[in-house]
């Protein structure tokens, strides 16, 4: 995956958006890694994996795929937040997990943990859980990295139209 490409898209946007809300100077930590959680919620919420109540399918692909890629967006802004985004990584897609419940679960306690401990370990740990729900609920690299690409040109959009 390529995390330095997607990390130089997302520090050319988390300064837009810092810039023009003032925010330069404000520790945006706490407030990224609750939206972080929030977004994380919502894909949940799209795939319906522990909706055992409901007959409802998941919602398609694409919009999965989207929720998928907010949360993305969160992640690699922490990491710019930390400066881990100075260093190179080696994240494979890893191997799918047969219960995307319990891959759910995995990047809630990855998140948890590196909200106790801000290191680079538990960085690259909660990177490794998000990629293993990406592989689990059926994306590729290239379907992340596509899907990336456009939300974040979307979201400069927004920020034109005052969003």
């Known amino acids: 995956m390529d995390l330095q490409r997607m990390f130089a898209m997302q520090r050319t946007l988390d300064r837009r958006i810092e810039s023009q809300h003032g925010l330069e100077q404000e520790n945006l930590f706490d407030r990224k890694l609750l939206a972080l959680l929030v977004e994380v919620g919502e894909l949940a919420n799209e795939t319906k994996c522990f909706k055992y109540w409901s007959e409802k399918p998941a919602s398609p692909k694409e919009k999965v795929l989207e929720e998928f890629v907010d949360g993305w967006h969160f992640i690699l802004s922490l990491g710019i937040e930390l400066r881990f985004d ?4 080696e994240i494979p897609m890893g191997d799918k997990i047969i219960d995307s419940t319990l891959a759910f679960l995995n990047v809630f306690e990855s998140i948890h943990h590196f909200q106790k401990e801000k290191n680079k370990q538990r960085y690259v740990s909660l990177i490794q859980s998000y990629v293993v729900l990406g592989t689990t609920l059926g994306f590729t690299e290239k379907d992340i990295f596509s899907a990336y690409v456009q939300k974040n040109e979307l979201n400069h959009q927004r920020q034109d139209d005052g969003y």
């Not at 100075?86 to 990584?89: A, H, I, K, L, T």
């Open 86 to 89: 100075q260093d190179s990584y």
